[in-house]
Each structure stands twice: as structure tokens, then as C-alpha cells.
């Protein structure tokens, strides 16, 4: 049995959280899930149950569960709430990520490193300017998690983990091998941050378009969209001399012509990427039908500034971070979202 150098702390027990941190625990890690009352409750009736696409299950019983509905006191004062985390998963959405830092922060010990397992480019660094003492490592997660039903969540695409080299990391890359989410190491995370970002620019047009995400990306008219939103982040990045990594099929810059490909082509051409299970959404899709803030600062936004910064033009990433700012941005058809974007 692999030995981790001690427990991982999930901080925000949702579809990603579960998901990485419940993997660790079956793979004999102990793991404390900090998370939301609503969410614990059900982790507390039905235990955490993870599948992915191929059919694999895993159940973790209630009582193996370390739940918690605040981070555990560790390290100060003489009597410790719990062991204090040798790692912690950050796993809240942007909008969260300042205040759950901070009470990371507050409670656990100088120089804990905290991996930020969330999408964007800027949560690190909002996490690192929120709890200064602790060492926050960017990450990046590939795959999509859907919350299938109470305590069970779904993996329904294929993807990496990775994360910025640390030394912190070391000692637990056998421990995510042996969870079968074997962890990529990068001198500099940045390029694959802005690789992620430029398919993650789907995530508007999906929850938009209110389908399904195989459904979508089969819709030429969906992706005609989403490439016009690659096509200005792809500008703004060049002008910045940022290359993204290739995370998909085609490499970054040949995205947006295979996405305007007929969708008997397309299919060809993105065979790997379109390996997604039938019902996988996208999180952004999940927010906006539960009438949740959306991350779209963080991935539009982030686009938006980046473009500014070179004296660029990025309508169509500004037009989605309005439209996906409103508390209701409703469902448009692929047709009308052209039309509203004139591309
Ligand atoms: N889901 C995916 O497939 C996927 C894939 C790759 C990357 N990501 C990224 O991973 C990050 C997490 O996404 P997710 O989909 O896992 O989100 P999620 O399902 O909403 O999980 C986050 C959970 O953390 C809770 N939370 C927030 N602040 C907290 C606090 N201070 N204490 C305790 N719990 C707290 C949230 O509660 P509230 O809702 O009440 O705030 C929510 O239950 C995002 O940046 C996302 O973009 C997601």
C-alpha cells in the first residue's frame, strides 16, 4: 500500500472534490471533505459513490467518510479538531475561492501546500493573496464531473491532472497513480491553464444551448460559435506570446477551423475529444440551471482583459460575459446565438 505523507483536505466537497478526493480515498489516502451542509448530509445518508464512462464504480461507505462542515482547527492551540492536511485540493468555484482561502488560511499551518484544482487562470493567485502563509500550487483537471445523484458523481469524459512542479507534489504522485489520476508535472503551468481556458471557452455556448455536450459540439452551428470565441482568445494570446498547450485533438491553433468543419468531418477530426459520455454537461450548464453565479469572469473575462491589455477587440467573449453575468441568461439555439453574435 502506496503511504501518503499524510491526509488530503478537499475544500469544497462538489463534482470535482468528490470526485479526486474520494479517488485518493480508495486508494487507501485518508482525505477530510470540507463542504457544504446540503452536500455532507447526503455524503452522510448514501456515502460517496463515483463512476466514470467506462463503467467503473467505486463506493466509499458513510462511516469511512471524514466530513466536515468547516475546516478542521489543525496545528495551533493543544488540541487539534483533526490531523492536519499534508495537501490540500482546492475545489470551489472562482466566485469562492478568496473567502475559502482565507479560511484555509486561518485554520490550518504555515506553508500547508494548497493544489487549486480549478479552472481559469487567476485562482492561485486570488488564493495565494487570501491566506499568504500557505503554498498555493496551480493545477489543472481535464476531465468533467457531473453530480449524478445524492453522493454519486460522474466522470463522463477522459483528461489529465496536472499541476506547476513543486517539491510538495513529490511525495504524492504515486499516491494520484495509484487513484488512477496520474498527475502531470509542469515546469510552467501557464500554457496549459490558457490550453484548458480555450476549451473550457465552450462552456457559455453549452449552457446556453441547454444540450447535452456531445449534442452540442454535434451541432455545427454551436461550434461555429465557440470558435469565434477560440479565434479572439487565440489573437490575444499571440500578441501576450503565449503559446497554450494542445489538450484536445488538434492543436490550439487549428481548433477553430476544425470546429467550423461540416459535423460529418468534425467527427473524424475530434474522434478522441468526442469520446463524452451521453448526459456530461458542462459545470457552467449545472450553475446556470440551479440560478448559480457562473465562472465566466474567470474564462470570457479572462479573455476580455487579455485582449484589452494588447488593444485588441473580443466582442464575442464580451457579449458571452454579459450575457452569462445575468442572473437568468436563458437558452438560445445555435442559429439565434450566431445571429446575436453576427459570426
Ligand atoms: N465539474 C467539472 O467537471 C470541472 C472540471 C474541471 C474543472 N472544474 C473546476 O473545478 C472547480 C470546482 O468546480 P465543481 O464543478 O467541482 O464545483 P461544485 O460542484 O460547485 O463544488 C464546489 C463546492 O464547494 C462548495 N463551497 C464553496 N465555498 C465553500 C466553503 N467556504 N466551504 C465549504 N464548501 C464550499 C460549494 O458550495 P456552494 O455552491 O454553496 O458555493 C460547492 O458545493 C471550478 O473552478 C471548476 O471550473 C470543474
Not at 48 to 70: I, M, N, V, Y
Not at 119 to 130: K, R, S, T
Request: proline share 10%; aromatic share 4%.
Amino acid at each position: 500500500m502506496i503511504q501518503p505523507p499524510g491526509p488530503a483536505l478537499v475544500m469544497g466537497a462538489g463534482a470535482v472534490g468528490c470526485w479526486v478526493g474520494g479517488r485518493l480515498q480508495a486508494a487507501g489516502a485518508p482525505v477530510q471533505f470540507v463542504g457544504r451542509p446540503s452536500v455532507l448530509e447526503e455524503l452522510r445518508l448514501a456515502g460517496l459513490t463515483l463512476t466514470d464512462l467506462d463503467g467503473r464504480r467505486t463506493h466509499l461507505a458513510p462511516h469511512t467518510l471524514s466530513l466536515h462542515a468547516e475546516v478542521p482547527h489543525a496545528g495551533h492551540g493543544p488540541s487539534p479538531a483533526a490531523p492536519a492536511p499534508a495537501l490540500v485540493l482546492l475545489c470551489v468555484k472562482a466566485g469562492a475561492t478568496a473567502e475559502a482561502a482565507a479560511l484555509l488560511g486561518l485554520h490550518l499551518r504555515a506553508g500547508t501546500p494548497v493544489l487549486s484544482l480549478q479552472n481559469g487562470i487567476g485562482n492561485p493567485a486570488v488564493a495565494a493573496a487570501a491566506a499568504p502563509a500557505l503554498q498555493v500550487i496551480p493545477g489543472m483537471v481535464g476531465f468533467n464531473v457531473v453530480r449524478a445523484s445524492p453522493g454519486h458523481w460522474h466522470r463522463g469524459t477522459w483528461g489529465e491532472l496536472a499541476a506547476q512542479a513543486h517539491p510538495a507534489l513529490e511525495p504524492w504522485r504515486p499516491v494520484f497513480a495509484a487513484a488512477g489520476l496520474p498527475l502531470a508535472l509542469h515546469a510552467d503551468l501557464r500554457p496549459v491553464q490558457w490550453g484548458k481556458l480555450l476549451l473550457n471557452l465552450n462552456n457559455p455556448v453549452n449552457a446556453l444551448s441547454g444540450l447535452p455536450l456531445k449534442r452540442q459540439l454535434l451541432d455545427r452551428n454551436l461550434r461555429v460559435v465557440m470558435a469565434a470565441l477560440i479565434d479572439e482568445a487565440l489573437a490575444a494570446l499571440a500578441a501576450h506570446g503565449i503559446r497554450p498547450a494542445k489538450l484536445a485533438a488538434l492543436p490550439p491553433r487549428l481548433m477553430p477551423a476544425g470546429l467550423r468543419l461540416p459535423t460529418w468531418l468534425f467527427k473524424l477530426a475530434a474522434r478522441s475529444s468526442l469520446r463524452i459520455d451521453d448526459q456530461a454537461r458542462t459545470s457552467m450548464a449545472d450553475d446556470v440551471a440551479r440560478g448559480r453565479p457562473t465562472e465566466i469572469d474567470a474564462l470570457c473575462g479572462e479573455v476580455v482583459r487579455l485582449a484589452r491589455a494588447a488593444g485588441l477587440p473580443a466582442p464575442c467573449n464580451e457579449w458571452m460575459l454579459d450575457r452569462l453575468s445575468r442572473p437568468q441568461p436563458g437558452r438560445m439555439s445555435g442559429k439565434e446565438l450566431r445571429a446575436a453574435l453576427g459570426v
